[in-house]
Nanobody, 116 residues
Framework: QVQLVESGGGLVQSGGSLRLSCAASGSRFGIDLMGWYRQAPGKERELVAQISSGGTTDYADSVRGRFTISRDNIKNTVYLQMNSLKPEDTAVYYC??????????WGAGTLVTVSS
């Protein structure tokens, strides 16, 4: 079992920045891909960014150039630095961890609200 705890969400004005953190505990060894997803009201959950254990990253087109995902493999923590935030970035942000055994684990989510 892997437990994920997100932090760093909140209310920010358009153009502002926030940094999300997701700490993994439990059976941390074997986690390969970690990522951030988001779900806005009335919309499906979508991938925001993901990072492999080796540091390879991938971003949604809507956030590329504004968001940066990073990872501390020693602390088993993944971060999402969000700059130039827009009202359309408002959503609940979820952390996801993929274990090499094939299991996916999700955090409870953290709310990001961007005011115009």
């Amino acid at each position: 079992q892997v437990q994920l705890v997100e932090s760093g969400g909140g209310l920010v004005q358009s153009g502002g920045s926030l940094r999300l953190s997701c700490a993994a505990s439990g059976s941390r060894f074997g986690i390969d891909l970690m990522g951030w997803y988001r779900q806005a009201p009335g919309k499906e959950r979508e991938l925001v960014a993901q990072i492999s254990s080796g540091g390879t990253t991938d971003y949604a087109d809507s956030v590329r150039g504004r968001f940066t995902i990073s990872r501390d493999n020693i602390k088993n923590t993944v971060y999402l630095q969000m700059n130039s935030l827009k009202p359309e970035d408002t959503a609940v942000y979820y952390c996801k961890a993929h274990h090499s055994y094939g299991m996916n684990y999700w955090g409870a989510g953290t709310l990001v609200t961007v005011s115009s």
